[in-house]
């Protein structure tokens, strides 16, 4: 999907109304209250921005405030002697928002239960679209390659928890168009087997990774995820024009990948290896379009 960067809709810019239905738009609906908190957090974040750019509070203290947002915003002085400035009521702003996406079709009404909103295809195309500049198909195949090949090379390392069984592609990539925006990717990770004595083996595994690997980590969760996040790491390899997702996102919300192409990954054990040393080889695609 094609977005212009300086685009607004209803008096907001087009990555703060992207964001919301990237945050929003996970769940089955959302209602008002979820539109306006989230006015109310990007107006904060840029609040704070601003006062960083103005070398008035230091890079430390900017990410605490707006990490802890909720627990700042209505707080008199922040940081030594800034009074904050007063926040608008986004509630009016909330509204306009709504009604403009609905009537583009970017969201539509849930009749059923509370009657919330939820993303219409459009709006799940907006949700994917990327802030970037546009490539060419050339390109594209290029970092879908890439992508395939650091795949494999996750698959043959024996440091890591995780294998990547499936790969699939959807999105503009599958148009006959030229002009791409982002290559659009669903992922399929696969926990490996671990040994262990404890009652809980797969958390000791986790968490043995994440002391070994030196990191300091803000919580017990993000302790636990960090094998799994070392693996979507090394796949984005910090491509801008790579979007990743979950296969279960497709799954749910079969209007994301109404076409599919798949690459996949089946597991073989060679002669002489245990289950726990086997491999995802990469076979050649036997997905199809769908």
Not at 202 to 231: H, I
Request: with cysteine.
């Amino acid at each position: 999907m094609k977005i212009e960067r300086h685009s607004v809709i209803a008096g907001q810019g087009i990555k703060t109304v992207r964001d919301m239905l990237r945050d929003l738009g996970r769940y089955d609906q959302f209602g008002m209250g979820g539109v306006i908190e989230h006015l109310q957090r990007e107006g904060w974040y840029n609040y704070i921005d601003e006062l960083a750019k103005q070398g008035r509070i230091p890079p430390s203290v900017r990410t605490i405030f707006r990490r802890n947002w909720r627990d700042y915003i209505d707080e008199k002085v922040i940081y030594r002697d800034i009074r904050v400035k007063k926040q608008p009521n986004h509630e009016a702003a909330a509204k306009a928002l709504i009604r403009a996406l609905l009537a583009d079709g970017v969201i539509e009404q849930v009749k059923e239960r509370n009657g919330g909103y939820r993303c219409t295809m459009k709006g799940n195309a907006l949700r994917m679209a990327g802030l970037v500049s546009r490539m060419s198909r050339a390109k594209a195949e290029k970092l879908l390659k890439g992508v395939l090949d650091r795949v494999a090379e996750i698959n043959e390392r024996a440091d890591l928890l995780h294998w990547v069984t499936e790969v699939r592609v959807f999105g503009s990539y599958l148009t006959e168009t030229d002009d791409l925006g982002d290559l659009d990717l669903a992922i399929k990770l696969e926990r490996r087997p671990v040994k262990g004595t404890g009652s809980h083996p797969w958390a000791d595994a986790c968490l043995e990774m994440a002391r070994r690997s030196g990191k300091t980590f803000s919580n017990f969760v993000d302790e636990l995820q960090y094998p799994e996040t070392l693996v979507w790491r090394h796949i984005k390899n910090r491509v801008p024009h790579l979007s990743l997702h979950r296969t279960e996102e497709l799954d749910k919300n079969p209007t994301m990948g109404a076409r599919q192409f798949t690459h996949l990954f089946r597991r073989r054990h060679e002669r002489g290896m245990s289950g726990l040393n086997a491999r995802y080889w990469p076979v050649s695609t036997l997905g199809g379009l769908v």
